[in-house]
């Protein structure tokens, strides 16, 4: 039983493509969160999302628009890719500032390559 | 804000050695959690520790234990006895209050046979 599942775990596009990433999570969790790691495997937090609302924004371009249809799911979408949104993102679920389970469960990962 | 250094980009060590990964990180929070993450090959992410910032007392899990000091804002991370399965990637990450977990940028791990 999967506890943060996100898909397609491989996606290649070409350039200018429009495309999203679903990401699910069963363990009752209320803060979500993407983040993105690049060639050099620094983890960087884009979005996080608690009971479906936006808390945190990082600088990142506007044509990444992540959407939480309920507090289980947080897709992102991203538009007229670039060669440089090549990398893995991942997706992560916890609870919000509770006594156990404060850590981050993350999905597998998403590989994103533009070409 | 708060940061995340860990300042070895790669570390070796002889299988069934000690091992310690330095992580220093900066805040101005008193409350915060902070977290061992070990990303082998498969690229899962996969937590390996956790610590509360208000407990005194350092996290062992296993053969992984953490030297905690608050006051250098220190947290790392000693394996024991090594072994061919934990090469991998280590972060260290820093739960704030506000719920935003930001990580160092990692430490590649090498176990020689």
């Known amino acids: 039983d999967t506890a943060v599942s996100q898909t397609p775990k491989y996606l290649v596009t070409q350039m200018g493509n429009d495309k999203s990433i679903k990401c699910e999570q069963n363990?009752?969790?209320?803060?979500m969160y993407w983040y993105k790691q690049d060639s050099k495997k620094f983890l960087k937090i884009m979005f996080s999302?608690?009971?479906?609302?936006?808390?945190i924004n990082e600088t990142v371009p506007n044509r990444f628009s992540p959407k939480s249809p309920d507090k289980a799911h947080l897709n992102l979408h991203i538009n007229s890719l670039e060669l440089g949104d090549s990398a893995v993102y991942f997706c992560?679920?916890?609870?919000?500032?509770?006594?156990?389970?404060?850590?981050?469960?993350f999905g597998q990962g998403t590989r994103l390559t533009v070409v | 804000a708060q940061t995340v250094t860990q300042s070895q980009p790669e570390m070796s060590v002889q299988e069934a050695e000690t091992v310690t990964l330095s992580c220093t990180y900066d805040?101005?929070?008193?409350?915060?959690?902070l977290f061992w993450y070990k990303q082998p090959p498969s690229r899962q992410m996969i937590l390996v520790i956790r610590?509360?910032?208000?407990?005194?007392q350092n996290a062992t899990e296993n053969r992984f234990s953490v030297n905690f000091q608050k006051a250098a804002k220190s947290f790392s991370l000693k394996i024991s006895d090594s072994q061919l399965g934990d090469a991998a990637m280590y972060f260290c990450?820093?739960?704030?209050?506000?719920?935003?977990?930001?990580f160092g940028k990692g430490t590649r791990l090498h176990i020689l046979p």
């Open positions: 992560a679920s916890s609870h919000n500032s509770a006594p156990s389970d404060t850590e981050a469960f």
């Open positions: 363990l009752g969790h209320d803060t």
């Open positions: 999302y608690n009971n479906k609302e936006l808390i």
């Open positions: 805040t101005s929070e008193s409350d915060y959690y």
């Open positions: 610590q509360e910032a208000y407990k005194q």
């Open positions: 990450a820093y739960r704030s209050a506000s719920d935003k977990i930001i």
